[in-house]
């Protein structure tokens, strides 16, 4: 090699000798610089993503945790306010309380198990040819027990014999402990 050099010219070995450092520098970056730069950028960019995560990872965790602390508060709540009665009992007795017993044409109750526990029940109430101030006063009075119960499903028909009854429908559901 240095026999093929010694036989060129000065200006030539300058070319040779230039293209040489040329090629050389152009695998170095090739095979080495560009992949270790594009590796940074990956590694920057994931780290960037992980922070991301991280910070959607924390607010998550405290959400959990409000709706955790909210969870034990309504189970302390229902677990305080356990009068021993059912709501199916409760609802009877404000309909006999307000004068609405006889209106009643159906009462269908239902359970069910949650996860936690606890046990949703559930109502679900035909009242016929009642106002509607007497109707607003049997929700309040069964929202405002200590059942903790809610009015989850609503339905309500003006009638056509009188337009100043009502046919209603509801749905009231509560939370009970086993």
Same mark, same amino acid.
Request: hydrophobic share 45%.
């Given at each position: 090699? /240095?026999?093929?050099? =010694?036989?060129?010219? @000065? ?13 050389? @520098? ?9 992949? $270790?730069? &594009?590796?940074? =950028?990956?590694?920057? +960019?994931?780290?960037?993503?992980? %922070? ?12 959990? =945790? ?8 309504? #189970? ?9 009665? +059912?709501?199916?009992? &409760? ?9 609405? &017993?006889? %209106?009643? /044409?159906?009462?269908?109750? +239902?359970?069910?198990? $949650? ?17 509607? =101030? #007497? !109707?607003?006063? !049997?929700?309040? &009075? ?23 009854? $009502?046919?209603?429908?509801? $749905?009231?559901?509560?939370? #009970?402990? %086993?």
């Amino acid at each position: 090699m /240095t026999e093929l050099l =010694r036989r060129l010219s @000065a200006r030539e070995r300058g070319l040779v000798i230039g293209a040489a450092l040329f090629i050389t @520098a152009a695998l170095v970056y090739g095979l080495v610089v560009d992949p $270790l730069v &594009a590796s940074q =950028r990956r590694y920057r +960019s994931m780290a960037t993503r992980k %922070r991301e995560d991280l910070a959607r990872f924390q607010m998550l965790a405290t959400d959990y =945790r409000k709706m955790d602390s909210s969870l034990k508060y309504l #189970e302390n709540m229902v677990s305080a306010g356990k009068s021993g009665t +059912s709501l199916l009992a &409760a609802m009877e007795a404000e309909a006999r309380k307000l004068g609405l &017993a006889s %209106r009643i /044409t159906s009462m269908k109750p +239902s359970s069910n198990e $949650l996860d936690s526990g606890m046990v949703e029940t559930s109502v679900d109430m035909r009242i016929e040819k009642v106002n509607l =101030r #007497e !109707f607003v006063g !049997f929700l309040k &009075a069964i929202e405002g027990s200590t059942l903790m119960a809610r009015t989850g499903r609503l339905r309500i028909k003006t009638r056509f014999d009188d337009p100043q009854l $009502l046919d209603a429908t509801v $749905l009231v559901t509560a939370l #009970e402990t %086993r």
